[in-house]
């Protein structure tokens, strides 16, 4: 069976966190609306689901249509390996995704702070000082968060596990989007939080990862996505 994911053709967004641990598994699947007519099949989706989901990203999966990325990534996690199988332990990951996700929306809140229904031209002084209590206050709270659990009671490899999970491919992907979004506090921040770097480089050596990663699979970061680089918020 192949997977379908319906997601937005041309930014990484929410879904890539989808796509990175389809890939980490080995999963076939469809990226819909990166075919031919997709985005008709994409809206049509929304519409005539008996559980249709709110927004993509939305995944399915023989006849069931599963939304919400981290309601997604704990199904995966289960039919792939991609988290424990204990009950704690599948919770615990789920934990960690749902805290991926606050950041992820934070994230997001930097450059729309307003309204995402404003370009960011129309709230670009608001913009300005979301990001700068987001870099001072807010990023380190959540970095010192993800440390601890990398450091305490002493140094791991992975979140969870001895092994990757799902919240191990997403906190890659939430490091690689701030490097790009911005890069002067990410050179800072990183060498106050040295546990970090080394879990995105371990991930990025995974082999269905580096080989994803160096696909045209992988759309760039650009300035439609969740992630964006605008200089003046990076000072």
């Known amino acids: 069976m192949a997977y379908e994911l319906f997601y937005w053709p041309s930014i990484q967004g929410r879904g890539e966190f989808v ?60 039919q792939h390996g991609l988290a424990p199988r204990t009950d704690p332990g599948r919770l615990w990951t789920h934990q960690l995704q749902l805290t991926i996700a606050d950041l992820v929306a934070e994230i997001h809140d930097t450059h729309h702070p307003i309204a995402t229904s404003l370009y960011y031209e129309d709230q670009k002084p608001e913009a300005q000082r979301r990001s700068a209590d987001f870099i001072e206050t807010r990023l380190p709270k959540f970095f010192g968060y993800f440390s601890r659990i990398l450091t305490n009671p002493e140094a791991r490899d992975w979140l969870v596990s001895e092994k990757p999970t799902y919240a191990d491919l997403s906190l890659f992907q939430v490091v690689e989007g701030l490097r790009y979004a911005f890069p002067n506090a990410m050179k800072r921040l990183e060498g106050e939080y040295p546990a970090l770097g080394p879990l995105r480089d371990r991930v990025a050596a995974r082999p269905n990862i580096a080989a994803y990663l160096a696909s045209p699979r992988r759309v760039p970061f650009n300035e439609n996505g969740i992630f964006r680089h605008y200089p003046e918020l990076d000072e």
């Open 19 to 78: 796509r990175l641990a389809l890939e980490e598994a080995g999963a076939e699947y469809v990226d819909v609306a990166r075919r031919h007519g997709g985005m008709d099949l994409l809206n049509s989706a929304l519409d005539t689901e008996t559980h249709p989901s709110f927004a993509p990203p939305f995944l399915k999966a023989g006849e069931m249509t599963i939304g919400q990325v981290a309601n997604i990534l704990l199904y995966l996690g289960e």
